[in-house]
C-alpha cells in the first residue's frame, strides 16, 4: 500500500500563493510520476499537472500554465505544487496521486485524501 498525505490547503485572496505538499509512505515504488488533480464543487475531477520520476518533465493543464509548478524531492517523497496569483476558479479539493506518465497523460494508481483551497475574490 501507498498512502499520499496532502497539506498546505486553505482560504487565501485572490492574487495571493499557496504551496501544496504531498508526503508518500509505504510501498513507494521507484520511476512513478506524482501529479496533482482538483475537483470543484459540481463538477469532476480535472488533471491540474503532472512531474516525471526524475523532474525533467512536467505537463500542466492550460488553465494553470504559467501560475502554478509543480516540483518533487524524491529524498523526501514529497511532490509539491506552488500555486501563484490565485484565482476564485482555482477553488477546489486538491488532490495528489501516484502514476505512470504514458506520453503527456498520467495514468493513477493512489490518490490521497484531498486539501481544499479556497480562493476569495
Known amino acids: 500500500q501507498v498512502q499520499l498525505v496532502e497539506s498546505g490547503g486553505g482560504l487565501v485572496q485572490a492574487g495571493d500563493s499557496l504551496r501544496l505538499s504531498c508526503a508518500a509512505s509505504g510501498r513507494i515504488l521507484f520511476r512513478n510520476a506524482m501529479g496533482w488533480f482538483r475537483q470543484a464543487p459540481g463538477k469532476e475531477r480535472e488533471f491540474v499537472a503532472t512531474?516525471?520520476?526524475?523532474?525533467?518533465?512536467?505537463y500542466y493543464a492550460d488553465s494553470v500554465k504559467g501560475r502554478f509548478t509543480i516540483s518533487r524531492d524524491n529524498a523526501k517523497n514529497t511532490v509539491y505544487l506552488q500555486m501563484n496569483s490565485l484565482k476564485p476558479e482555482d477553488t477546489a479539493i486538491y488532490y495528489c496521486?501516484?502514476?505512470?506518465?504514458?506520453?503527456?497523460?498520467?495514468?493513477?494508481?493512489?490518490w490521497g485524501q484531498g486539501t481544499q483551497v479556497t480562493v476569495s475574490s
Open positions: 496521486a501516484r502514476g505512470t506518465l504514458q506520453g503527456r497523460t498520467m495514468i493513477t494508481d493512489y
Open positions: 512531474i516525471s520520476w526524475s523532474g525533467d518533465r512536467t
